[in-house]
């Protein structure tokens, strides 16, 4: 059984005449406890189907959303997550599938989201994730002989702690803490024989992840720690056909990841990323007559992109990375077209931006510590004929990023 939450707070506009009354505060106090498994699956065994084949898996752990109209909310949550969090959907598309195929499966272990519309938003949250695995599977099949004539979107989300606010002329701030043990793990995979339209896996792997987005006149003010001990955080995403018209395969994989965006406002973060866990990503592309064929894979220990499309953004920034970090991106196939492969790894990332169009102001201080081995490798072949391939492999130990710029500039 899963835990699950849900808040609302609006306050009422009034007529013109009439000055609403001031508004209190609503404060939201949030305590869950998940202390076993939650399982999740479904097998579809679908005989040509005439229309689209649409199927949804999904795992929590423990869940808490909610949203604010016109007045505030004081979001004090702690989320436990001790149990194992798998969620699998298996398809066997037997004969001629007319219709595309939609699949998504999700794993999670504590989730939080809260929305500001006209208000403000406070979040003291912490999520702590101590369960041995959180994993999302898709599979799609039976292996050299389905036909998938509609194409196919597959996908595969791992996320052991996940944290996202949003706003709209809002004031998000606060403090989030993350921190995650298990082992998180993502696959996709496509077999079939003959798909002639776009088909593509994608899979994601994420131990903590924060996602923050606020416009219309807004702000942030945000204090973020996160950190991943966990034995694997693995992505991996496999398309194979004999015959394909437009086929990929992407994987993503990262320990810690944090996105911020805001418009309208000022923007202060302070982040603090420390990462343990073995980072890997692996993304194969097979098919014996092709198209076009992709192969994308990217790896990350710590990864954080905080953007202001205002004047200005302070960021003070930690990064540590001790676990290692792999991405493989592989396409083999015989005769086709176009070939895209690229492998993407770093310890640790960090991205800063300001406003293009105004006089945006920058103020960073920067630590990144990398003590782990980062690996990219781009696997290509081609046995017979084809017109382009293009591909890239890149390795980074740090990487940051900062920038106030305008157009042309």
């Known amino acids: ?59 929590q752990g423990n869940t808490l959303t ?26 066997n598309a037997s004969g001629d599938t007319n219709g595309v195929i939609n699949a998504t499966t999700q794993a999670a272990g504590n989730y939080l989201a809260a929305s500001g519309y006209g208000a403000d938003v406070t979040l003291d949250a912490t999520q702590s994730n101590t369960g041995g695995l959180v994993s999302a599977t898709t599979e799609v099949g039976p292996a050299g002989s389905a036909h998938l004539l509609g194409g196919a979107n597959i996908n595969a989300t791992a996320i052991s702690n996940t944290v996202a606010a949003y706003g709209e002329g809002a004031f998000i701030d606060g403090s989030v803490d993350q921190s995650s043990s298990a082992t998180v793990r993502s696959f996709g995979r496509i077999q079939a024989q003959y798909i002639p339209a776009t088909a593509g896996v994608t899979s994601q792997a994420i131990a903590n992840a924060v996602e923050v987005n606020s416009g219309q006149t807004s702000g942030q003010n945000l204090t973020i720690g996160q950190r991943s001990t966990g034995d694997f955080i693995e992505a991996e995403a496999s398309s194979n056909a004999g015959n394909a018209w437009d086929l990929a395969a992407r994987a993503r994989a990262s320990a810690n990841q944090a996105n911020l965006y805001n418009q309208g406002g000022s923007v202060v973060v302070a982040s603090d990323q420390q990462n343990g866990s073995f ?66 790894a770093v310890g640790n990332n960090v991205t800063g931006y300001g406003c293009s169009t105004c006089n945006g102001y920058m103020e960073v201080r920067n630590s990144q510590t990398n003590e782990g081995n980062v690996s990219a490798t781009a696997n290509t072949t081609v046995a017979g004929s084809g017109r382009a391939v293009i591909t890239g492999a890149n390795a980074t130990g740090n990487s940051a990023t900062f920038y106030v710029s305008r157009p042309g500039n």
């Open 1 to 59: 059984m899963l835990a699950t939450a849900m808040f609302a707070a609006v306050a009422t506009d009034a007529c013109a005449q009439t000055p609403p009354p001031p508004q209190d505060d609503s404060v939201v106090l949030n305590n869950q406890l998940q202390l076993g498994d939650v399982i999740a699956g479904q097998t579809l065994n679908v005989v040509n189907a005439q229309e689209q084949v649409t199927v949804t898996t999904v795992t």
């Open 66 to 91: 909610g949203a604010v109209y016109n007045g505030s909310v004081t979001v004090t949550s702690t989320q436990d997550m001790r149990g194992d969090s798998v969620a699998r959907t298996d398809i």
């Open 279 to 344: 980072v890997r990503s692996s993304a194969l592309t097979t098919a014996f007559d092709y198209g076009a064929a992709t192969a994308s894979s990217r790896a990350a220990g710590n990864d954080l992109s905080v953007g202001n499309n205002d004047i200005y953004l302070e960021l003070d920034n930690t990064q540590l990375n001790t676990g290692g970090v792999d991405s493989t991106a592989t396409f083999s196939g015989t005769n086709g077209y176009d070939v895209y492969v690229g492998a993407d």
